[in-house]
């Protein structure tokens, strides 16, 4: 089975900007997970959709935001950039299930300028 | 204080050593364990997983849970350079609250020396 594929790579933008990541889960899960990781905090949650539905939510302020398609696939986005939203945005794919375990696509690494 | 705490390290190591790599918690309501290895500007790679107290093994790791200390540990036996990564310890509850949400320690640095 082909793994959690993460679009972009990597992503420069300056302050004021808005982005959009995307990911792609495992073929047959359902549930996708968004973490932000940076040097200081180390992985905090973002947010977890289930079947198009937002299910829970982390402590982030609401420029940042999500939305999960028919197949699965994901994207978040973050309106009016901030230089301390450089970090390494990472989405998990599960089952959705419980218990579940996840799996981590490559990240998404932002550089706000 | 933090709900999951791991020594960062950095651990340096000779090759073939056993390693301990460890995780306390504070919340109760933990029932899921988990230990992910990253390499450098990669994603966290699952290792080890565990919904119970006791041990378990694959391979050359060993994953243990005491939910009665709250306290998890990992264990690699004859240690490899390959293994240089940082490991982190994951945890999550049950609950609508805790949805498709993992809670991480800091990553432990391990560095195994040739």
């Known amino acids: 089975k082909a793994g959690v594929t993460q679009t972009p790579r990597y992503l420069i933008k300056t302050r004021g900007q808005q982005v959009t990541l995307s990911c792609s889960p495992i073929?047959?899960?359902?549930?996708v997970s968004w973490y932000q990781q940076t040097p200081g905090q180390g992985l905090q949650f973002l947010f977890e959709y289930f079947s198009e539905t937002q299910r829970n939510k982390g402590n982030f302020p609401g420029r940042f935001s999500g939305r999960q398609f028919s197949n699965s696939r994901s994207e978040m986005n973050v309106s009016t950039l901030e230089l301390g939203d450089s970090a390494l945005y990472l989405c998990a794919s599960s089952s959705g299930l419980d218990p579940d375990t996840q799996y981590f696509g490559p990240g998404t690494r932002l550089t706000v300028l | 204080q933090k709900e999951v705490e791991q020594d960062p390290g950095p651990l340096s190591v000779p090759e073939g050593a056993i390693v301990s790599l460890n995780c306390t918690y504070s919340n109760s309501a933990f029932q899921y364990f988990m230990w992910y290895r990253q390499y450098s500007r990669k994603g966290p790679e699952l290792l080890m997983y565990t919904y119970s107290s006791g041990n378990k093994e694959d391979g050359r790791f060993t994953a243990q849970v005491d939910k009665s200390s709250k306290y998890i540990s990992l264990f690699i036996r004859d240690s490899q350079p390959s293994d240089s990564a940082t490991y982190l310890c994951?945890?999550?509850?049950?609950?609508?609250?805790?949805?498709?949400?993992?809670?991480f320690g800091q990553g432990t640095t391990l560095q195994v020396k040739p």
């Open positions: 073929s047959g899960h359902r549930s």
């Open positions: 994951a945890m999550s509850a049950r609950g609508s609250s805790n949805t498709g949400k993992l809670i």
